[in-house]
């Protein structure tokens, strides 16, 4: 089994200011692990808030904003949206696999895709996404409303899609999408809102590993982990990880400094922490603030920490696989609408791969089945 199909991540895209976000992940699986051989999660600033998989069957709520505010009509045309989307997953994959001479193994393939809305500035933005066991496939650029295919055996997409379907799916995002997290935004004001601040700890396993900055428990997912060294910024041996999402709904983050403790001892360094909610937290390293192993408070808890945010992918976040590169290597990839919002109905006659799109009557989505080949 390749590592690419297993290794499961999710980068939650951070937004600042008055940003607000409306993201949807599909990720498809073949059979051969424990895992949904589909799934989709819409997430809205970073929150999951509905969510399918090939198990249940069934679009479900993830918090009661959504669950309070639509009826089943929503619920059902969701459902049997995403029943589609399942089906035409297990075909796109089969079409991949035969693109990329895959026979059999273990292979995933995943769309992401959403939208911006600043409701300070008015600034926005969408984007969409494809990607194939772990690397991308192909993607549109909103700014000359054509596809990029990185790959070859993406060519055959980009020639069908590019014109017409770009020129819709630009559309979708630029305007429907839009509409829809204005929307959303509305029905969670109170809880998206919120301004929750971060936990930080001191973390080592041993005197000897690298210390780690851990900050935890904050909403929104907006952050900032930095060290310093006797007052100036330190941007070598340090090593900042993604932010991850919490069982409850708010996040963590963390940063390593990996200097050897003669180092430590010799110099003044401070892990500095900015959130929204309140002013930068300074804490200073000093033996006492460190938390490990041998001071009877199990640093292993980071790790379990790491698993659980891993685990709150596969469940609660749903597993869903993040396929393309980080943002900074991709243009800053953005987010995207409801669970369904990125699909749209109607055949392209051409068969299937990135057959992604049924028609929803819920709401304005257009779901279309893309088809690859």
């Given at each position: 089994m390749k590592a690419a199909a297993l290794l499961f991540i999710i980068s939650v895209h951070l937004v600042s200011g008055g940003s607000h976000s409306l993201q949807y992940f599909y990720t498809g699986v073949t059979r051969g692990i424990n895992f949904p051989e589909f799934t989709d999660v819409g997430l809205v600033d970073g929150q999951p808030f509905v969510y399918y998989d090939s198990n249940t069957r069934q679009m479900i709520p993830k918090v009661d904003w959504i669950k309070n505010n639509e009826g089943p009509d929503y619920w059902n045309s969701e459902t049997q949206n995403l029943q589609r989307e399942e089906a035409n997953?297990?075909?796109?994959?089969?079409?991949?696999?035969?693109?990329?001479?895959?026979?059999?193994?273990?292979?995933?393939?995943?769309?992401?895709?959403?939208?911006?809305?600043?409701?300070?500035?008015?600034?926005?933005?969408?984007?969409?996404?494809?990607?194939?066991?772990g690397a991308d496939f192909i993607s549109l650029d909103l700014k000359s409303t054509s596809y990029v295919a990185p790959v070859k055996e993406a060519l055959i997409t980009k020639?069908?899609?590019?014109?017409?379907?770009?020129?819709?799916?630009?559309?979708?995002?630029?305007?429907?999408?839009?509409?829809?997290?204005?929307?959303?935004?509305?029905?969670?004001?109170?809880?998206?809102?919120?301004?929750?601040?971060?936990?930080?700890?001191?973390?080592?396993?041993?005197?000897?590993?690298?210390?780690?900055?851990?900050?935890?428990?904050?909403?929104?997912?907006?952050?900032?982990?930095?060290?310093?060294?006797?007052?100036?910024?330190?941007y070598e041996d340090?090593?900042?990880?993604?932010?991850?999402?919490?069982?409850?709904?708010?996040f963590q983050k963390r940063a390593e400094l990996k200097v050897p403790p003669d180092e430590r001892k010799k110099n003044k360094f401070t892990c500095v922490v900015e959130h929204k909610s309140g002013d930068p937290i300074h804490m200073i390293l000093t033996k006492e603030k460190i938390r490990t192993?041998?001071?009877?408070?199990?640093?292993?808890?980071?790790?379990?920490?790491?698993?659980?945010?891993?685990?709150?992918?596969?469940?609660?976040?749903?597993?869903?696989?993040?396929?393309?590169?980080?943002?900074?290597?991709?243009?800053?990839?953005?987010?995207?609408?409801?669970?369904?919002v990125c699909s749209d109905t109607g055949s392209d006659g051409s068969g299937h791969l990135l057959s992604l799109w049924s028609h929803r009557t819920t709401d304005p989505v257009l779901h279309r089945s893309q088809k690859i080949h």
């Amino acid at each position: 089994m390749k590592a690419a199909a297993l290794l499961f991540i999710i980068s939650v895209h951070l937004v600042s200011g008055g940003s607000h976000s409306l993201q949807y992940f599909y990720t498809g699986v073949t059979r051969g692990i424990n895992f949904p051989e589909f799934t989709d999660v819409g997430l809205v600033d970073g929150q999951p808030f509905v969510y399918y998989d090939s198990n249940t069957r069934q679009m479900i709520p993830k918090v009661d904003w959504i669950k309070n505010n639509e009826g089943p009509d929503y619920w059902n045309s969701e459902t049997q949206n995403l029943q589609r989307e399942e089906a035409n997953f297990k075909v796109e994959i089969g079409t991949l696999m035969q693109r990329f001479n895959h026979s059999s193994g273990i292979h995933t393939f995943q769309r992401m895709c959403g939208c911006e809305w600043d409701d300070e500035t008015g600034a926005t933005d969408g984007y969409e996404q494809f990607g194939y066991d772990g690397a991308d496939f192909i993607s549109l650029d909103l700014k000359s409303t054509s596809y990029v295919a990185p790959v070859k055996e993406a060519l055959i997409t980009k020639q069908k899609w590019d014109g017409a379907e770009a020129e819709r799916r630009k559309n979708y995002l630029t305007q429907t999408c839009l509409d829809w997290l204005k929307k959303y935004v509305q029905y969670g004001k109170i809880s998206l809102k919120r301004k929750v601040p971060p936990q930080v700890s001191l973390l080592q396993t041993d005197p000897s590993s690298p210390v780690v900055c851990h900050a935890t428990g904050f909403y929104t997912d907006k952050v900032m982990i930095s060290w310093q060294k006797d007052g100036q910024d330190l941007y070598e041996d340090v090593d900042v990880g993604e932010t991850l999402p919490n069982h409850d709904g708010t996040f963590q983050k963390r940063a390593e400094l990996k200097v050897p403790p003669d180092e430590r001892k010799k110099n003044k360094f401070t892990c500095v922490v900015e959130h929204k909610s309140g002013d930068p937290i300074h804490m200073i390293l000093t033996k006492e603030k460190i938390r490990t192993n041998s001071a009877g408070n199990n640093v292993l808890f980071i790790i379990a920490g790491l698993v659980v945010a891993a685990l709150v992918l596969i469940t609660v976040v749903v597993g869903v696989v993040m396929v393309v590169k980080r943002r900074s290597d991709y243009e800053k990839a953005r987010t995207s609408p409801t669970a369904s919002v990125c699909s749209d109905t109607g055949s392209d006659g051409s068969g299937h791969l990135l057959s992604l799109w049924s028609h929803r009557t819920t709401d304005p989505v257009l779901h279309r089945s893309q088809k690859i080949h």
